[in-house]
């Protein structure tokens, strides 16, 4: 139901655009998340937006370089990343939750993640 899509491979300090499409049912009201888990550490919040996209939230370590944004009409939730770090490589996942929320235990749905690998 939650599509992840846009992970590769890529120079520190490089860009990538990840997205997260929706299908088979509507998220209309959920906020969204991107949350991501590196070998051998737990998984982590990225980034959060409400369903008017009016209300964001990003984890310290990506702030000012990562910008989530989304478009209700293409049921679609992006997460650029912008001056990629190798500590950004990891398992990037979508969710969908409805709530406003950080913590992952309120995200109901979960897309299958997109591999981040950020060279140095």
């Known amino acids: 139901q939650l599509q992840a899509s846009g992970g590769g491979l890529v120079q520190a300090g490089g860009s990538l655009r990840l997205s997260c499409a929706a299908s088979?049912?509507?998220?209309?009201?959920?906020?969204m998340g991107w949350f991501r888990q590196a070998p051998g550490k737990e998984r982590e919040s990225v980034a959060h937006?409400?369903?008017?996209?009016?209300?964001?939230y990003y984890a310290d370590s990506v702030k000012g370089r990562f910008t989530i944004s989304r478009d209700n009409a293409k049921n679609t939730v992006y997460l650029q990343m912008n001056s990629l770090k190798p500590e950004d490589t990891a398992l990037y996942y979508c969710?969908?939750?409805?709530?406003?929320?950080?913590?992952?235990?309120?995200?109901?749905?979960w897309g299958q993640g997109t591999l981040v690998t950020v060279s140095s």
């Open positions: 969710a969908a939750s409805p709530q406003y929320s950080t913590w992952s235990n309120e995200y109901l749905y």
């Open positions: 088979g049912r509507t998220f209309s009201g959920y906020s």
């Open positions: 937006i409400n369903w008017p996209g009016s209300s964001k």
